[in-house]
Nanobody, 122 residues
Framework: QVQLVESGGGLVQAGGSLRLSCAAS????????LGWYRQASGKQRELVAV???????SYADSVKGRFTISRDNAKNTVYLQMNSLKPEDTAVYYCAADKRGSSWSKVPMDYWGKGTLVTVSS
């Protein structure tokens, strides 16, 4: 069973930055894709960013140009750099992973962390 542990959440003022980290319990070469989701209070979970084993990335329109997903294979860690944060980015952020590779297509991933809370104050 893949275990994912997020860190890096917290309270930040609007316009600020945070970097979330997600450490995987196994070699992330076997995890494809990796992603970050978020869920705000009272709202549905949404896919924020995805990165494949080849390094291809995709983003939700709401975060394009502000968030960057990356992976460090040597550290078995995936990151989400969040810049120019807005109050509407406030949510619990979840790291997720799958092993379906190119067969995965925007369905909920199979493996999940417990989440880390990001609060952006205005």
């Amino acid at each position: 069973q893949v275990q994912l542990v997020e860190s890096g959440g917290g309270l930040v003022q609007a316009g600020g930055s945070l970097r979330l980290s997600c450490a995987a319990s196994e070699n992330i070469f076997s995890l494809n894709p990796l992603g970050w989701y978020r869920q705000a209070s009272g709202k549905q979970r949404e896919l924020v960013a995805v990165i494949t084993s080849s390094g291809s990335t995709s983003y939700a329109d709401s975060v394009k140009g502000r968030f960057t997903i990356s992976r460090d294979n040597a550290k078995n860690t995936v990151y989400l750099q969040m810049n120019s944060l807005k109050p509407e980015d406030t949510a619990v952020y979840y790291c997720a992973a799958d092993k379906r590779g190119s067969s995965w297509s925007k369905v909920p991933m199979d493996y999940w962390g417990k989440g880390t809370l990001v609060t952006v104050s205005s």
